[in-house]
């Protein structure tokens, strides 16, 4: 996913005379020049026959979605995406590979999620959950809830909607009544929740933790411990899994137990990114390595893609759906599984 997380270095160079302006430091009368957000390099996985180009993949279709495609959610017949640049959530249609609906939403952040006959989409232009009915494309109506991160996500479970608002407070939304109903305040940094074996789990970005809620109470039944800087989280194979920003890896930690099983290198750290499962495989997307395919039954990359795109993924329709914000694309990929 786009980030607004900038880590900015700066450089002083020192002279035999005295000391050099600093190169951030503009002339007298002159405005301050932009400083360059340093990007975080990624090593990719080394193990041999797993690198891959991005060019050896034929997508099955390639929607053009005007502005910067990101966050989807999987409906009964179309797949939603946001476009961040052009305030919209628009309807890709999978039986026919053409665009279908357009709906306007203020900056939509913070993903988006299916459920009880909508589609309910976060906007941090207008501080609020918009519930979208997926056939008319029409508003049915408006939450005030302001999501804590851009970054973060929405979610669907225990006969609720459920996100992480400002500070860092995990709400409930009936969708009997369109309305906050219960709100659970949680550690700071922690944004980003899903729903699976009857909790909300939630990624504690700052902490390096994940955070198991339970729903009724809004007690945190359990903290596991994961990889640095957790933003992302996706569930399957009986685990969830997290995409670790600090450094690269995905962590995966059992359901039942809560305890972290494994550890597993990605070589992708940084900013933005996006984990999504389906047909028995974690799904990673980031910057510069668009997929990494990573096989459950060994906890290991078996493929990593290569080249320009990648930032947001999704599992659905027997197929990997890749959003590049760059091109105004999304594109419909079939898995090659081995």
Not at 201 to 224: C, F, H, M, R
Request: glycine residues 12%.
């Amino acid at each position: 996913m786009s980030s607004g997380v900038l880590l900015c270095g700066l450089l002083t160079v020192s002279a035999a005379n005295g000391q050099q302006p600093d190169a951030a430091t503009p002339p007298a009368g002159k405005a301050p020049m932009a400083r360059r957000p340093h990007r975080v390099p990624k090593p990719g996985v080394a193990t041999p026959g797993v690198s891959v180009s991005m060019a050896d993949i034929k997508p099955v279709a390639s929607f053009p979605v005007e502005g910067s495609p990101d966050w989807s959610v999987v409906t009964k017949d179309s797949l939603w995406v946001t476009s961040g640049r052009t305030n919209h959530v628009v309807q890709l249609i999978p039986a026919t590979n053409t665009v279908g609906l357009s709906v306007d939403v203020s900056r939509p952040c913070s993903g988006l999620a299916n459920g009880f006959g909508s589609v309910w989409a976060p906007s941090c232009g207008d501080h609020e959950v918009l519930r979208i009915d997926p056939k008319t494309g029409k508003t049915i109506a408006t939450i005030a809830a302001d999501p804590a991160n851009s970054e973060g996500g929405i979610t669907v479970g225990a006969g609720a909607v459920w996100i992480v608002t400002k500070p860092a407070t995990l709400v409930r939304i009936d969708p009997k009544k369109n309305a906050i109903t219960a709100s659970y305040p949680l550690p700071a940094g922690s944004d980003n929740p899903t729903f699976a074996d009857g909790f909300v789990w939630v990624s504690s970005y700052d902490n390096g933790q994940l955070l198991k809620v339970n729903p009724k109470t809004g007690e945190v039944a359990a903290t596991i411990a994961v990889g640095p800087k957790p933003r992302f989280l996706t569930v399957g194979a009986g685990s969830i899994w997290t995409l670790n920003q600090g450094d690269g890896t995905v962590s995966r930690v059992n359901m039942k137990t809560g305890k972290l099983v494994a550890t597993i290198v990605c070589g992708v750290p940084g900013t933005g990114g996006e984990i999504t499962f389906g047909a028995g495989r974690v799904w990673a997307t980031m910057f510069e390595f668009p997929i990494t395919e990573i096989d459950p039954a060994t906890n290991t990359v078996v493929k990593q893609w290569g080249g320009p795109g990648g930032d947001g993924i999704r599992f659905g329709f027997h197929s990997i759906w890749l959003s590049n914000g760059r091109l105004g694309t999304v594109s419909r990929i079939a898995p090659i599984l081995k």
